[in-house]
């Protein structure tokens, strides 16, 4: 192998653009880059790119690698490790990141194994030491309630990132990039498995999750599924119609009881969020939820108990009933969202 030089960020498409996931990836490594002021590169690949390589570029990458294969389509780990593993080898970057998402969580340590190096998962921030330029990836331990940074001596350095835990740069059209097309020179027979079925998750109404500046979540203090359709969804409304995206979330209690659909629940089996703003209603504050939207910038709590763990969380509280103090709320919101 060469000496080792740069970041490769691993990309992710959705219906041929680059995912979330890819575009914060993209700012983390762009940083990466410029601590060891060397490239940052992206990999893409599907069975079409299509103008997704243009829009790496204008998101921060100095290269685009493009590997395009109608065994590309879908996420399938051997045919897509063939090409990742194969590019890794002929350009020897000295880190190499993928989102922590179903795809990049599964990729990062079957990478890691076949490179006989060590992986750092669900990463919640990353650095570089001055004087090994070894990668410094921090991210939670003990369901969260603490932190722990790693490093390994051998690289590259792998890493998978937790989503909503870096910034996207602004996009600049008038950056300029390589976009290099590469073979894919997959080998059929080492594909073991295939898809036989996907199942779509149904899309609830309104906002997704991942995609709310505004999330009003409940608990089990909520007492039923009806709240959840009327008191919360109220409050997201309020916010909806004054033109900033919201929706209701909740924690594992409701999930699991069936008051709310799974794709609903927050937490570290769960979604995870990082809002302007996060409503915790009727919430005792688990840690395992704490790890679900601790990246959230204002965090406001309601809940009967003023020794609930997510007043620890918070920025703002109120003690009271959520029947007593949510209605209060939403006639103010509409007030001042009116």
Same mark, same amino acid.
């Given at each position: ?100 998402? /179903?795809?990049?969580?599964? &990729? ?7 490179? !006989?190096? =060590?992986? +750092? *998962?669900?990463?919640? @921030?990353?650095?570089?030491? /001055?004087?090994?330029?070894? &990668? ?7 369901? !969260?309630? =603490?932190? +722990? *940074?790693?490093?390994? @001596? ?185």
């Amino acid at each position: 192998m060469a000496e080792y030089e740069g970041v490769l960020i691993y990309g992710e498409l959705i219906n041929g653009s680059l995912a979330g996931i890819t575009t914060e990836l993209l700012g983390c490594g762009r940083n990466l880059a410029d601590e060891l002021k060397e490239s940052l590169s992206c990999l893409l690949t599907s069975d079409t790119v299509g103008e997704a390589s243009k829009e790496a570029i204008a998101f921060g990458a100095d290269k685009v690698y493009v590997i395009e294969d109608p065994l590309l389509k879908e996420y399938q780990p051997d045919s897509h490790m063939q090409v990742l593993e194969k590019l890794i080898k002929e350009t020897s970057p000295r880190i190499v990141l993928t989102g922590h998402t /179903p795809t990049g969580a599964d &990729l990062a340590p079957r990478l890691a194994f076949r490179l !006989g190096v =060590a992986s +750092a *998962t669900d990463c919640i @921030e990353l650095s570089v030491d /001055p004087e090994t330029k070894f &990668l410094l990836a921090t991210r939670p331990v003990y369901g !969260g309630l =603490a932190q +722990a *940074t790693y490093t390994c @001596e051998l690289r590259p350095n792998v890493a998978s990132v937790r989503t909503k835990t870096q910034a996207t740069l602004e996009r600049d059209d008038s950056r300029k990039g390589e976009i290099i097309p590469q073979k894919a020179e997959i080998d059929a027979s080492k594909v073991r498995t295939k898809i036989v079925e996907t199942v779509k998750e149904e899309a609830g109404e309104g906002v997704k999750l991942e995609d709310a500046v505004v999330i009003v979540s409940g608990g089990r203090g909520m007492g039923g599924p009806e709240p959840f359709k009327t008191v919360l969804k109220e409050v997201a409304d309020i916010f909806s119609k004054g033109g900033i995206p919201a929706a209701v979330g909740a924690s594992r209690p409701p999930a699991d009881n069936h008051w709310v659909p799974e794709a609903l629940h927050i937490g570290l089996t769960g979604k995870i969020v990082a809002p302007d703003i996060y409503f915790a209603i009727a919430i005792s504050g688990a840690s395992q939820h704490i790890a679900g939207m601790s990246g959230s910038k204002t965090i406001i709590a309601i809940n009967k108990d003023p020794e609930a763990n997510i007043f620890n969380e918070a920025r703002f509280g109120i003690v009271a009933k959520y029947e007593d103090s949510v209605p209060a709320l939403t006639e103010k919101l509409k007030e001042l969202l009116g």
